[in-house]
């Protein structure tokens, strides 16, 4: 609180400062009474001294509250409302936090009509959702008479499909939940079988700390204009607020190799590379594809092959998931036997293409496109010709926003008249970690769950550091153990998918660092750790410890 | 002592009243009353005032004043008193705490008669639901005052 509110949160040495003070004055108005001990002593001015020390630190915290380096210093300034109005002088202003919202999936047995109520909700891993409008799947689009009315789809088993908008109960990235996680209605539904995310859930965010809000104050009073590097964070911050970390890569720097296209390997300048993170966690991004059969194999079975343009999935990683459109997660994939990245320079209308010769410059921008060949080991080819088409469903892992962030960025009135600006997911290194908890018989253990979204958040918010600590994930997961409970080591594995689609390995129980591969644009200014909660193993072990 | 050796005494508010030079009165805690507004006091009168300011004080009471008070009125409001003989151990105990206090906070330079020298309980009487102590306080320049404090206890 900005006030005190106990007098006994006083500091003792200022109390006697100020009762030796008042002691005084009040001794050189009236030398006859004595103030030394006694009563006027202990029931004036003692009391006296608590109230005219309360009320100089009341004044002393408004004093130090408009000071951000002050407020950093003492956590009981760190008020938000004392933050927020400070920081409205830096034209800052708080990003509140904000639910997530995603489509699920709901299966039932037979096509009936199905209700699903407003505030219907459904729980996966502790985390609620709920349903902001009533939802009625009918039997035929002919029945649908509102904007919330859904058709039953067959799934091509027996089962059939309908969707409906699900919002997070509570705000936060806790709500973030992947696609094809498992939802737990906790009403009954007509006929269920199963329900789950039909992609990843987006838009949940924390509201923003007073740490983070002070990283941004540089931000705030800059001028937003494509000029220097805090100018440009807070151009591109304030029109894309979900940008959480972005590195921008220019003239000098060796990554920079779009600024060497001249005949001379020196660089020119004029050109920059703006290395972004709009996500936690990249986001699955699932549609449809018709992919053309160009191949019949030898084992009946054959090869398909399809395109990504660059506006499918504008600066997507990787494919994660190719199947059938009926086929549910447990499927699983095709193997894809090929994919074959290349650039898309075709002029959008009001935008500035940026300067691109190789592959690797576009990879991870808006103009990369990929053409992808996998093998379909469910449809038999026999009765098939190649060029016979077919539909799949298709999975990718993307950053939101790239191609927006391009446009803006390219576009006349804001992009710098000297050059141009070429916008790029942040190289990730997906990482992944493994650790045993051991505790003595009876111990209680965490809930592992926790600990994985806490590693997660720590590490997705760790920027562009280049170096990921075990031991600052050691403390991380301490947060969470009681008594005799004690961590491993962590097996902390690296995967960085360079631009030239090569992966890097790496592997540490200590460190994992980002190599300085300049040549590859893969180094600790262009490369981000992303850690997904599935993707941490936690394991519990029992030890002995004898009693002494 | 003569009236005339109290001038250019530095002097305290009597929040303990009706103290006669001689004769058995009971003392009334009062800042004012219908009479008067409020009397002022010094000499040995002020010095039984601080020391039954000390006894009457739980020590730990005063947050910024740790040091200050004495456990008897926390012996006296848990129950710990059931006989005389609790009550004089638990003002011996007091007596070291008091003692030092107001000795600490008191200087050579002050008047002798407002120095604290020594205290003894002279009485206890336990009657129902309450204790009235007969106390006799005495000043460096050897001038003695015996006050009476009731006090409400559980017994």
């Not at chain 1, 030898?298 to 399809?306: I, K, R």
């Not at chain 1, 298709?394 to 008249?417: C, F, H, K, P, W």
């Not at chain 2, 109290?6 to 003392?27: C, F, H, K, W």
């Amino acid at each position: 609180m900005l006030t005190v509110q106990n007098l006994a949160e006083l500091d003792t040495a200022k109390v006697t400062q100020t009762v030796e003070m008042i002691s005084s004055l009040l001794q050189e108005d009236n030398p006859t009474i004595d103030l030394k001990r006694g009563v006027l002593h202990d029931l004036l001015l003692y009391y006296s001294g608590i109230l005219a020390t309360a009320t100089q630190e009341n004044i002393d915290r408004v004093r130090r509250s408009s000071s951000m380096l002050a407020i950093s210093e003492d956590p009981t300034l760190a008020v938000d409302d004392v933050v927020d109005r400070v920081l409205s002088n830096y034209r800052i202003t708080r990003k509140t936090g904000a639910a997530a919202t995603g489509t699920a999936t709901i299966v039932v047995s037979a096509k009936e009509t199905v209700a699903v109520p407003v505030g219907a909700v459904f729980t996966t891993n502790g985390v609620s959702f709920k349903t902001l409008v009533p939802y009625t799947a009918v039997t035929s689009s002919a029945n649908a008479t509102s904007s919330s009315d859904r058709v039953l789809t067959a799934r091509g088993d027996g089962t059939y499909f309908f969707t409906i908008d699900l919002t997070a109960v509570d705000v936060g990235t806790s709500g973030l939940i992947k696609k094809d996680t498992l939802l737990v209605p906790s009403l009954s539904i007509l006929n269920f079988v199963k329900s789950y995310a039909a992609s990843d859930f987006v838009d949940g965010t924390d509201t923003e700390t007073n740490a983070q809000l002070v990283t941004r104050m540089n931000e705030g009073i800059a001028a937003k204009t494509l000029s220097n590097r805090v100018n440009m964070s807070a151009t591109i911050k304030e029109s894309f607020p979900t940008v959480t970390d972005l590195s921008i890569i220019g003239y000098g720097d060796e990554e920079m190799l779009r600024d060497q296209h001249s005949l001379f390997p020196v660089s020119g300048g004029g050109r920059v590379d703006v290395y972004v993170r709009t996500q936690q966690y990249p986001q699955l991004i699932g549609f449809t594809k018709t992919a053309i059969l160009v191949e019949k194999t030898s084992d009946g079975f054959g090869v398909w092959q399809f395109s990504l343009t660059r506006d499918d999935a504008p600066g997507f990683y990787d494919i994660t998931e190719i199947r059938p459109i009926d086929a549910d997660d447990a499927f699983g994939s095709f193997a894809i036997t090929s994919e074959i990245r290349s650039t898309n320079v075709a002029n959008i209308a009001g935008e500035l293409t940026p300067d691109l010769v190789t592959l690797a410059e576009s990879t991870y921008s808006r103009y990369q496109t990929a053409m992808v060949r996998f093998k379909d080991t469910e449809t038999s080819t026999a009765t098939l010709t190649v060029g016979d088409e077919k539909t799949y469903s298709v999975s990718v892992r993307a950053m939101e926003d790239i191609a927006a962030i391009q446009t803006s960025l390219g576009s006349r009135n804001v992009r710098n008249y000297a050059g141009d600006v070429l916008v790029k997911a942040a190289i990730p290194c997906f990482v992944s970690l493994g650790f045993t908890i051991q505790g003595k018989p009876g111990e209680n253990l965490p809930d592992a769950n926790s600990i994985k979204i806490a590693l997660a958040k720590y590490v997705n918010a760790l920027g562009f550091c280049g170096r990921l600590h075990a031991s600052a994930l050691s403390d991380v997961i301490h947060n969470y153990l009681s008594g005799k409970v004690a961590l491993s080591s962590i097996d902390m594995l690296g995967q960085i998918r360079r631009p030239d689609g090569t992966v890097k390995q790496l592997r540490s129980t200590e460190v994992l660092v980002i190599p300085n591969e300049a040549s590859n644009m893969v180094t600790a200014r262009t490369t981000i750790f992303m850690l997904d909660p599935s993707n941490i193993a936690i394991s519990a072990q029992t030890v002995n410890i004898p009693e002494i | 002592m003569d009236i005339t050796q109290y001038i250019g005494r530095t002097v305290d508010v009597l929040a303990y009243r009706n103290g006669m030079p001689s004769g058995e009165v009971q003392l009334t805690a009062d800042l004012a009353d219908e009479l008067d507004s409020g009397q002022i006091g010094t000499g040995i009168q002020k010095l039984a005032q601080r020391f039954l300011l000390e006894l009457l004080t739980e020590k730990g009471s005063m947050i910024y004043l740790p040091t200050r008070g004495c456990d008897f009125m926390r012996q006296a409001r848990l129950g710990s008193w059931q006989t005389v003989m609790d009550i004089m151990s638990s003002f011996s105990a007091s007596l070291v705490d008091i003692k030092e206090n107001l000795i600490t906070e008191q200087s050579s330079s002050d008047p002798t008669d407002e120095q604290f020298s020594d205290a003894e309980l002279v009485n206890v009487t336990l009657n129902a639901g309450s204790a009235t102590i007969y106390v006799r306080v005495v000043s460096a320049a050897g001038t003695a005052r015996t006050f009476i404090t009731p006090i409400t206890v559980t017994l």
